[in-house]
């Protein structure tokens, strides 16, 4: 379901326009949500309103090559180089000097790479299930994960990929390959087809990667990786970055979802996007903190922002609790 109260427009963001889905007040703090494949701003419908009432103003824009933004022809106009600068670009055009970014699978690639060129407009970053790319290319040379990869060198042919791309599978795909059954209705399941009608641009990401592979360098922003450990396209042993790449990553894994985490309930997700402000707003009572975070993690948002407590938590508990406190910067 759609929630109500979301705005749309596009922005000139570089060479090309966006079109995004906003919430939350024009002067809170930036939050980027950058979705995956093949996907649209759709798929942080359940975050927008989270986000915006905690204070957050929370864009997801349609990448390029997505939904209403522009859809350059060539496979050049989709290196990595410039699907980055498109987030650099929106950062500006939005009137901000630096933002938090969260990205999903293809999202998450995107923001690893502005992560690594842009490091003066990043507050913190956070992934849901897309490897550090330099821990994918070894990964790659495993025929396990080859074999789980296929479809990146399907995706290299010319015009096939667009025409396997049905919209029956894609719809099965939307239906079968979530967390939970339902997880998209009708009307998001319509908007996410509509999203891609155009194949060339999607699976141009792809291409592009390949002919015109990206230089790789240190992230130096606190990351938060978020794995799901049934993934079937990645392996499990991909989640955790090498620290000479990403020195301060923390890595959060789940047991539950077969294809990754995708973003399709606040409960999990919505950790990424709340804990990693660098000035976070104020949280007001239990209702505030408690999208983001479950279980002793909750406990610990209640009591830093003075929401009474639900429960006396543990020893084991209460030192996990102190321990985030101490990352989040709330003590």
């Not at 670009?89 to 009137?95: C, D, Q, R």
């Not at 938090?100 to 842009?118: I, P, R």
Request: aromatic share 10%; glycine share 8%.
């Amino acid at each position: 379901m759609i929630p109500e109260g979301i705005e749309h427009f596009e922005v000139q963001a570089g060479e090309v326009r966006l079109h995004c889905a906003a919430m939350g007040p024009h002067d809170g703090p930036l939050v980027l949500l950058l979705h995956g494949f093949p996907e649209c701003w759709v798929t942080w419908r359940a975050q927008l309103p989270a986000l915006a009432a905690a204070g957050y103003r929370a864009v997801a824009p349609d990448l390029r090559g997505y939904g209403k933004s522009d859809k350059p022809r060539e496979v050049a106009a989709y290196r990595m180089e410039a699907l980055a600068g498109d987030v650099a670009a929106l950062i500006a055009a939005l009137g901000r000097d630096r933002a938090d970014v969260v990205g999903h699978d293809w999202g998450g690639q995107v923001a690893w790479f502005f992560a690594m060129w842009h490091p003066a407009k990043l507050r913190r970053l956070a992934v849901l299930n897309n490897p550090h790319p330099q821990r994918f290319k070894y990964g790659m040379w495993k025929p396990r994960q080859l074999r789980k990869s296929w479809y990146i060198l399907f995706f290299q042919l010319p015009v096939l990929p667009e025409r396997f791309m049905t919209d029956a599978r894609l719809r099965k795909s939307f239906t079968d390959t979530t967390e939970r059954k339902g997880a998209y209705g009708e009307e998001e399941i319509e908007i996410l087809l509509e999203a891609v009608r155009d194949r060339s641009g999607p699976i141009h990401y792809y291409r592009a990667a390949a002919r015109h592979p990206p230089r790789v360098c240190v992230v130096e922003a606190q990351t938060l990786v978020i794995w799901g450990e049934e993934d079937r396209w990645l392996g499990s042993d991909l989640a955790a970055p090498e620290p000479r790449w990403v020195p301060h990553a923390r890595v959060e894994r789940s047991p539950r979802p077969r294809i990754g985490c995708r973003p399709t309930r606040p409960t999990r997700s919505m950790r990424c996007c709340s804990i990693f402000s660098a000035d976070p707003p104020p949280c007001t009572g239990r209702l505030a903190c408690r999208p983001y975070l479950d279980g002793h993690a909750t406990q610990g948002f209640r009591q830093a922002c003075g929401a009474p407590q639900a429960r006396r938590p543990t020893a084991q508990a209460a030192a996990r609790i102190r321990g985030k406190a101490r990352f989040l910067h709330y003590q």
